[in-house]
């Protein structure tokens, strides 16, 4: 019988940092040690890369596939014609590119090349999911459905699915969003994922964590790794003795790595790199159908 002693399995690292703009979610991908690719869906992205040795892919939205057009509600409401045209059929292709790019990469084995695998953010990510639900059913620009979130979140659910079984660290940024609960008229905080992507994504993570930015002038980031009362319940970490609030501020921009959730990291012990005995890994295949 095995025993879990004695297992060989990489232990590869899951995260999804979630915050606020600004709380350092991007800043911190580049703390972490290794070799690391990262999957740009956030304009806001690219300035806190500058300069590091990082490499990436954009997928960001042409200006051409934008439908400007406001929608009427009222039963006599005019049509926004003068922002209708030639843009508002234009076809919404970031969605579509990406996952032809992310196929592409895992079947040829580019991503064996790295220690860890990025995605930035998954706010913008759903958002292009659902541009791509609603021109396919001829509804682009037009106010979202019950069922429109229900298939982009299935779909999210089952294209990570396959992402995190790859051979190699991921980290994932996102967001929350607090509300209150009609019944129990509570604020409750929730991962800011549509349908089944906000119950499957957290199931597949090893840690979720919350970033927070210092107050004031300070230049300063605080990771928390355990719910706080009234706070967000789902953060979980499965690293031991963690503090519930880490101080990960980047202390040498020169040397990222040296502090922040790479250090954390490392001092855990519990990352698989590339240059350890057990990283190797043969080609992954497709990881998801357009």
């Not at 926004?80 to 969605?95: A, F, Q, W």
Request: proline share 6%; aromatic share 8%.
């Amino acid at each position: 019988m095995p025993n879990a002693k004695d297992l060989s399995v990489p232990a590869y690292q899951r995260i999804l940092v979630l915050g606020r703009t600004g709380a350092g979610k991007t800043t911190q991908f580049l703390t972490l040690p290794g070799r690391k690719f990262l999957y740009v869906f956030d304009p806001g992205a690219l300035p806190s890369l500058r300069g590091h040795d990082i490499e990436y892919e954009p997928f960001l939205p042409d200006a051409n596939e934008l439908d400007a057009t406001l929608k009427g509600f009222n039963k006599n409401a005019k049509p926004d014609d003068k922002l209708s045209g030639k843009n508002s059929n234009r076809e919404p292709t970031v969605y579509k590119r990406w996952v032809e790019d992310l196929n592409a990469k895992a079947e040829s084995g580019f991503f064996n090349g790295f220690d860890w695998l990025g995605f930035d953010s998954l706010t913008l990510l759903i958002t292009a999911i659902m541009d791509r639900q609603l021109w396919i059913n001829n509804r682009y620009g037009s106010i979202e459905e019950l069922g429109d979130f229900r298939v982009v979140g299935s779909k999210m659910a089952e294209v990570f699915r396959s992402i995190f079984s790859l051979p190699i660290n991921i980290y994932c940024t996102g967001h929350m969003n607090t509300y209150q609960d009609d019944k129990t008229k509570k604020l409750e905080t929730q991962i800011n994922l549509p349908g089944r992507a906000r119950q499957m994504l957290p199931l597949l993570c090893t840690n979720i964590w919350e970033l927070r930015r210092a107050d004031g002038d300070k230049l300063g980031y605080s990771l928390v790794t355990k719910p706080e009362p009234r706070g967000f319940l789902d953060i979980r970490t499965s690293i031991q003795d963690l503090k519930t609030i880490e101080d990960v501020t980047v202390k040498d921009f020169r040397n990222p790595q040296l502090s922040g959730i790479g250090a954390v990291l490392t001092k855990a012990k519990i990352l698989t790199l590339r240059d350890s005995p057990t990283s190797s890994a043969s080609n992954a295949a497709a990881v998801a159908s357009k």
